[in-house]
C-alpha cells in the first residue's frame, strides 16, 4: 500500500499519481516517496492500458524541494565522495527514467514547486500550473550551498535559454505562476484545480508527446550555448562578474552552477546530467553546504519552533505590550509588535518623543502601502494600535513590558520601580539592555523571577534574531512567556545565560575593537574595510562602529571601568575610542562624523584624517592575515561563552553569530567556523597570534578540551 503517491486510472487510460507526503506540512522528496515513484513509473509502463500520467499533489502546495534533514544525514555519516555520488544520483536517474520512459507525463502544478520539486516538474512532459497568489517556482539550491543536482541546470537553460536561466539558479528567485509561463517554464495556466486537472488530461489525450524537446533531433538551446556564442559569452561575462561582487569566491555553488550550464548545455543531456551531478557532490561533499543547510535552515527552523522553551508551561499571547522608550530601538519594537496584531503602549519622558517613535512606524507603514504590499486600511489599522504616551498608568493591564531606555543603571532601575507599581503582578519585565548584566538590573525589581532580558537588534523591523537573556532569579515562566512573544511577532530566537555583553554584543565587539586594534597598527584603514567585507561580513568593523556609534561604546567602556575597577585590562582599541570621542569630537553616524565622513545626499568615505591620526606603517599585512584575525576573534570570544556558560547549545551559538551580527553565512556561525578550519589548526594558529599580537588570542580550555575528546 502506497503511502506518499496515490495511484489511480481513468476509462481513458490516463494515471493520475497524487503525491502526500505524511507529517508534513509540505510535500518534500523522502526516500518513501522517491521509492514509490520509481514502482509508479515500472507499473505504468508495463501497462500497455496507461496512456500517460498527471502527477499532482493532495496539498496546497506541489513539492517543497529535498528533505534538507536527510542531506544534514549524509553529513554526519561521514560518506566519501563515491557515496555522495550514488545518494545524489537517486534523484536525478529517477527523474531521467521518468522523462525517457516512452510513455508522456505532465505536471500539474496546483502550488509551491522548489528545488527537487520543480526539477520533477521540468522532467515531465508538459506542464500546467495552477494561478493561485502563493505559487513559488524556482530553483533555490544556492542558498544552501548547492546546485540543483536532478537535473536543473540541464534543463531549465534548455528549456528557457541560458540567458534567462543563469539568474533563476544564481539569486535562487521564486517566481509567480504567471511568470513561469511568460518566461515557458511552465506551458499552461489554469485558475482553480478543475480546470488544470482537465488541461492535463486534454494534453494526453491531444498531444501526449513522451519525448522530450531535448530528446529530439536537431535540438538546439534557445539563445545558443557554447564559449563562441555571441549572446552566451555575454550571459557568462555578466554572470561571472555577478558572482565575484556578491560572493566573493567565499561560496562555491554559483561558481559550480555556472560551470555546469557552461561545460553541459555543449553536449547531450545524458552527459550534461553526470556534469551536474559531479559537480553537485563536490559541494555537498565540502564544509559549505553542510554549515549552511544545518545553520540556516535546519537549526534556524528548530529554533523558530522554540526547542529552547521549557517545558510544562501553558503556550501564552501578548494582547497588550508596554514599550518604555521611543527611541530608535522602542519604535522598532512597536513597529513589529502591532503587525503581529498587539496593542501597543508606547511611553517616553515627552509626549513629542513617544509621537515621534509612532512616526517611524507610520513611515515604514505607508511605504508598505505605497508598494502594493499591504492595503492603506491594514496601515491604519496597524498605525491605531500603538499609543503614544508619558503616563505609567497607561500600562495597566500589559502582559509584558520591554524597557528600551539609555545604558544607564540608574535610569533603568527608575523605570522599572514606576512600571511595578502600575503592571499586573503576571506580567513580565524585560530589558532590551545590550550590555549591562540582567542579574544587577533585576535588582531593581520586586520580582526578579518575572525580570529577564530580550535583546533586539537594529534595525528591528529587518533583522531576524532576538537574544533572551536569563539572570540568575529569572523563572522558566518568563523563559516560556519571553520566547512565545518573540514567536507571535516571527523572529528567530537564542537563549543565553546572563554575562557582561551577553553573547552577541560581547562577541560582536570583539570585531569592532578587533578593526581599531589593527588601525592602531597602522593598518590602512580601507584595506581594514574591504578585507572584512571579502571575507563575508556585510559591513566592515569601523563602518559598523560608526553605526551603533562610538559614543556608545566610549560610555559602555566606562561604565565598565567603573565595574570591574582594577581588574579592567585596557586595549589599544579603548585608546582608539577615546580619542575618537574626546579629541576629535567624532562619535559615530548619529552624530554625522565618526570614522567616516557623511556628506548630505552624497556617498560616506573614509575621513581623510585617519591618514594623520593613525599614520600608515610601512609594511601592511595581507587581506589573509586580516581575516584571520577578524575571523577568528570572534570564534575565541564565542568559545570562551561556551566555556563559561553563556551559551549553553553550539546550534545557539551558531545561529547568534549569523542572524545577530552578520558573521558569514558561509561559515556556518562562528563554532562551525572554527570545524571548518579544523580544530587543530585553528587551535595552532590561535598560539601563534597570541604569541605575536596578545592574549586575547590565546584558545580557552573549553576549545583543547574539544581537541582532546575527539
Same mark, same amino acid.
Given at each position: 500500500?502506497?503511502?506518499?503517491?496515490?495511484? %489511480?486510472?481513468?476509462?481513458?487510460?490516463?494515471?493520475?499519481?497524487?503525491?502526500?507526503?505524511?507529517?508534513?506540512?509540505?510535500?518534500?522528496?523522502?526516500?518513501?516517496?522517491?521509492?514509490?515513484?520509481?514502482?509508479?513509473?515500472?507499473?505504468?509502463?508495463?501497462?500497455?492500458?496507461?496512456?500517460?500520467?498527471?502527477?499532482? /499533489?493532495?496539498?496546497?502546495?506541489?513539492?517543497?524541494?529535498?528533505?534538507?534533514?536527510?542531506?544534514?544525514?549524509?553529513?554526519?555519516?561521514?560518506?566519501?565522495?563515491?557515496?555522495?555520488?550514488?545518494?545524489?544520483?537517486?534523484?536525478?536517474?529517477?527523474?531521467?527514467?521518468?522523462?525517457?520512459?516512452?510513455?508522456?507525463?505532465?505536471?500539474?502544478?496546483?502550488?509551491?514547486?522548489?528545488?527537487?520539486?520543480?526539477?520533477?516538474?521540468?522532467?515531465?512532459?508538459? $506542464?500546467?500550473?495552477?494561478?493561485?497568489?502563493?505559487?513559488?517556482?524556482?530553483?533555490?539550491?544556492?542558498?544552501?550551498?548547492?546546485?540543483?543536482?536532478?537535473?536543473?541546470?540541464?534543463?531549465?537553460?534548455?528549456?528557457?535559454?541560458?540567458?534567462?536561466?543563469?539568474?533563476?539558479?544564481?539569486?535562487?528567485?521564486?517566481?509567480?505562476?504567471?511568470?513561469?509561463?511568460?518566461?515557458?517554464?511552465?506551458?499552461?495556466?489554469?485558475?482553480?484545480?478543475?480546470?488544470?486537472?482537465e488541461k492535463a488530461r486534454v494534453w494526453l489525450l491531444e498531444t501526449g508527446d513522451p519525448v522530450a524537446p531535448w530528446d529530439k533531433k536537431g535540438f538546439k538551446v534557445p539563445g545558443g550555448a557554447g564559449g563562441m556564442h555571441p549572446a552566451t559569452v555575454q550571459a557568462f561575462m555578466a554572470g561571472n562578474a555577478m558572482v565575484a561582487e556578491k560572493t566573493q569566491h567565499n561560496y562555491p555553488s554559483p561558481i559550480a552552477i555556472m560551470s555546469c550550464v557552461y561545460e553541459g548545455t555543449q553536449l547531450p543531456i545524458d552527459k550534461g546530467l553526470k556534469i551536474e551531478l559531479q559537480y553537485f557532490t563536490r559541494l555537498l561533499s565540502g564544509p559549505v553546504a553542510r554549515n549552511m543547510i544545518r545553520t540556516l535552515f535546519v537549526d534556524k527552523g528548530a529554533a523558530d519552533k522554540l526547542v529552547r522553551r521549557p517545558a510544562g508551561i501553558d503556550k501564552s499571547k501578548v494582547e497588550k505590550l508596554g514599550i518604555l522608550g521611543a527611541g530608535m530601538m522602542g519604535a522598532g519594537i512597536a513597529y513589529v509588535s502591532a503587525t503581529a496584531g498587539q496593542q501597543v503602549v508606547l511611553l517616553d519622558t515627552d509626549l513629542d518623543g513617544a509621537e515621534k517613535g509612532k512616526s517611524y512606524s507610520r513611515a515604514l507603514l505607508e511605504k508598505r502601502a505605497a508598494r502594493g504590499k499591504m492595503s492603506e486600511a491594514d496601515a491604519a489599522a496597524i498605525l491605531d494600535r500603538i499609543r503614544p504616551t508619558t503616563d505609567y498608568a497607561d500600562l495597566e493591564g500589559c502582559d509584558l513590558v520591554i524597557e528600551a531606555v539609555?545604558?544607564?543603571?540608574?535610569?533603568?532601575?527608575?523605570?522599572?520601580?514606576?512600571?511595578?507599581?502600575?503592571?499586573?503582578?503576571?506580567? @513580565?519585565?524585560? /530589558?532590551?539592555?545590550?550590555?549591562?548584566?540582567?542579574?544587577?538590573?533585576?535588582?531593581? /525589581?520586586?520580582?526578579?523571577?518575572?525580570?529577564?532580558? @530580550?535583546?533586539?537588534?537594529?534595525?528591528?523591523?529587518?533583522?531576524?534574531?532576538?537574544?533572551?537573556?536569563?539572570?540568575?532569579?529569572?523563572?522558566?515562566?518568563?523563559?516560556?512567556?519571553?520566547?512565545?512573544?518573540?514567536?507571535?511577532?516571527?523572529?528567530?530566537?537564542?537563549?543565553?545565560?546572563?554575562?557582561?555583553?551577553?553573547?552577541?554584543?560581547?562577541?560582536?565587539? %570583539?570585531?569592532?575593537?578587533?578593526?581599531?586594534?589593527?588601525?592602531?597598527?597602522?593598518?590602512?584603514?580601507?584595506? @581594514?574595510?574591504?578585507?572584512?567585507?571579502?571575507?563575508?561580513?556585510?559591513?566592515?568593523?569601523?563602518?559598523?562602529?560608526?553605526?551603533?556609534?562610538?559614543? *556608545?561604546?566610549?560610555?559602555?567602556?566606562?561604565?565598565?571601568?567603573?565595574?570591574?575597577?582594577?581588574?579592567?585590562?585596557?586595549?589599544?582599541?579603548?585608546?582608539?575610542?577615546?580619542?575618537?570621542?574626546?579629541?576629535?569630537? $567624532?562619535?559615530?553616524?548619529?552624530?554625522?562624523?565618526?570614522?567616516?565622513?557623511?556628506?548630505?545626499?552624497?556617498?560616506?568615505?573614509?575621513?581623510?584624517?585617519?591618514?594623520?591620526?593613525?599614520?600608515?606603517?610601512?609594511?601592511?599585512?595581507?587581506?589573509?592575515?586580516?581575516?584571520? $584575525?577578524?575571523?577568528?576573534?570572534?570564534?575565541?570570544?564565542?568559545?570562551?561563552?561556551?566555556?563559561?556558560?553563556?551559551?549553553?547549545?553550539?546550534?545557539?551559538?551558531?545561529?547568534?553569530?549569523?542572524?545577530?551580527?552578520?558573521?558569514?553565512?558561509? %561559515?556556518?556561525?562562528?563554532?562551525?567556523? @572554527?570545524?571548518?578550519?579544523?580544530?587543530?589548526?585553528?587551535?595552532?594558529?590561535?598560539?601563534? *597570534?597570541?604569541?605575536?599580537?596578545?592574549?586575547?588570542?590565546?584558545?580557552?580550555?573549553?576549545?583543547?578540551?574539544?581537541?582532546?575528546?575527539?
Open positions: 500500500m502506497s503511502k506518499t503517491l496515490a495511484y %489511480t486510472q481513468d476509462e481513458q487510460g490516463i494515471v493520475t499519481l497524487t503525491i502526500d507526503v505524511p507529517d508534513r506540512p509540505m510535500n518534500v522528496l523522502t526516500p518513501e516517496f522517491m521509492a514509490e515513484l520509481d514502482q509508479a513509473i515500472d507499473r505504468i509502463v508495463a501497462d500497455d492500458s496507461a496512456r500517460g500520467a498527471v502527477i499532482t /499533489s493532495a496539498k496546497s502546495s506541489f513539492i517543497a524541494g529535498a528533505d534538507l534533514k536527510e542531506l544534514v544525514g549524509v553529513f554526519e555519516q561521514g560518506l566519501d565522495e563515491t557515496a555522495i555520488y550514488a545518494f545524489a544520483g537517486k534523484y536525478s536517474n529517477l527523474y531521467r527514467r521518468l522523462e525517457s520512459c516512452g510513455k508522456p507525463f505532465v505536471a500539474a502544478i496546483n502550488g509551491t514547486a522548489l528545488g527537487g520539486g520543480l526539477e520533477l516538474c521540468l522532467a515531465c512532459h508538459h $506542464r500546467v500550473v495552477l494561478d493561485n497568489p502563493k505559487t513559488r517556482i524556482g530553483l533555490p539550491e544556492v542558498q544552501v550551498g548547492l546546485l540543483p543536482g536532478a537535473g536543473g541546470t540541464q534543463r531549465l537553460p534548455r528549456l528557457i535559454g541560458i540567458r534567462e536561466a543563469l539568474p533563476l539558479m544564481l539569486e535562487g528567485r521564486h517566481l509567480g505562476a504567471a511568470q513561469a509561463v511568460e518566461l515557458g517554464i511552465c506551458h499552461e495556466l489554469a485558475s482553480d484545480i478543475d480546470e488544470m486537472m539609555f545604558e544607564n543603571r540608574k535610569i533603568k532601575a527608575e523605570v522599572t520601580a514606576r512600571t511595578e507599581a502600575v503592571i499586573p503582578t503576571s506580567a @513580565i519585565f524585560a /530589558s532590551n539592555t545590550s550590555t549591562l548584566p540582567i542579574t544587577g538590573l533585576a535588582e531593581a /525589581s520586586s520580582r526578579p523571577e518575572q525580570f529577564i532580558g @530580550i535583546h533586539f537588534f537594529s534595525p528591528v523591523d529587518k533583522m531576524p534574531l532576538v537574544e533572551v537573556i536569563v539572570g540568575k532569579k529569572t523563572g522558566d515562566e518568563a523563559i516560556a512567556r519571553a520566547l512565545d512573544y518573540i514567536q507571535q511577532i516571527r523572529k528567530t530566537p537564542i537563549v543565553v545565560n546572563d554575562s557582561r555583553g551577553f553573547y552577541t554584543s560581547r562577541c560582536f565587539g %570583539t570585531y569592532v575593537r578587533e578593526g581599531m586594534e589593527l588601525l592602531s597598527e597602522g593598518v590602512k584603514p580601507a584595506l @581594514i574595510e574591504n578585507a572584512a567585507r571579502m571575507a563575508g561580513m556585510p559591513v566592515g568593523p569601523l563602518a559598523v562602529h560608526d553605526e551603533v556609534t562610538i559614543d *556608545l561604546s566610549y560610555k559602555i567602556m566606562k561604565q565598565t571601568q567603573k565595574d570591574m575597577g582594577e581588574a579592567y585590562v585596557a586595549s589599544a582599541a579603548d585608546g582608539v575610542i577615546v580619542r575618537f570621542v574626546e579629541e576629535f569630537k $567624532r562619535r559615530g553616524k548619529r552624530f554625522g562624523a565618526g570614522f567616516y565622513e557623511y556628506p548630505e545626499g552624497s556617498k560616506k568615505f573614509l575621513w581623510p584624517g585617519l591618514a594623520d591620526a593613525f599614520p600608515a606603517a610601512a609594511t601592511q599585512p595581507t587581506v589573509a592575515e586580516i581575516q584571520q $584575525r577578524l575571523l577568528y576573534i570572534q570564534s575565541l570570544e564565542t568559545a570562551r561563552c561556551m566555556e563559561e556558560g553563556v551559551v549553553t547549545e553550539t546550534a545557539d551559538a551558531d545561529i547568534g553569530s549569523v542572524f545577530g551580527w552578520g558573521f558569514p553565512p558561509w %561559515t556556518g556561525g562562528t563554532l562551525s567556523y @572554527i570545524d571548518t578550519v579544523g580544530i587543530d589548526r585553528f587551535i595552532s594558529e590561535c598560539e601563534r *597570534l597570541a604569541q605575536e599580537f596578545g592574549p586575547r588570542f590565546a584558545p580557552p580550555a573549553w576549545l583543547k578540551q574539544r581537541k582532546t575528546a575527539r
